[in-house]
Every structure is written in C-alpha cells, then in structure tokens.
C-alpha cells in the first residue's frame, strides 16, 4: 500500500477519488446487469428471434437503455415502452415467419 507523500499516494487518490483512509467499496448495483439479462431472455424465449451476434448486441443495448431510463423517469413509463416494443415485435417476427 502506498503510504502519504509518495507518486503511488496520489495516483490512488486520482483513482479512487477520497484519501485512502476513507474508501470503502459500496453495493454492487445489479440493475443493469439483470437489465441486460432479462433484455437478452425476452429476445429470445418471447420475441423468438434466434440470438445472433448482432441481435445480442442489440437486445444488451436495449436492456442498457431501459435501465437508464428507469433510473431516470422512473419504472412505468420505460416499462410500458417495453412491454409495447416487445409485442409490435413479436407480431413482426410471426408475421416474417408465416411468410
């Protein structure tokens, strides 16, 4: 551990943004992970699109996004956009698949 005074003192305290005597670690934020998740599950056991690279990377940024914006406006709104956005897709994936 570095002690006060020295080069690796103060690169820690840029890093860690208080003295080292006052870090802690906090909670681990879990929302957008399971954000993430259930975004990816939702895409393909609801949607039913087959996971490809570029559809998991699309599902992962959506489920990013709808974290964000539950942080920001709250769960009800976000929500209803997705729950909205899940059935016009999932009518447009029955659809591409009957034809």
């Known amino acids: 551990m570095p002690t006060a005074g020295t080069k690796g003192s103060v690169d820690l305290l840029l890093a860690v943004g208080v003295p080292i005597r006052w870090a802690r670690g906090g909670p681990i934020d879990v929302v957008p992970l399971l954000a993430v998740v259930a975004a990816v599950l939702v895409t393909r056991f609801v949607i039913g699109a087959r996971l490809t ?8 940024t959506c489920g990013s996004a709808w974290a964000l914006a539950i942080t920001i406006w709250g769960i009800e709104l976000p929500t209803l956009a997705a729950v909205l956005t899940t059935a016009v897709l999932t009518v447009s994936v029955e659809r591409a698949r009957a034809a």
């Open 53 to 60: 690279p570029v559809s998991f990377i699309l599902a992962a």
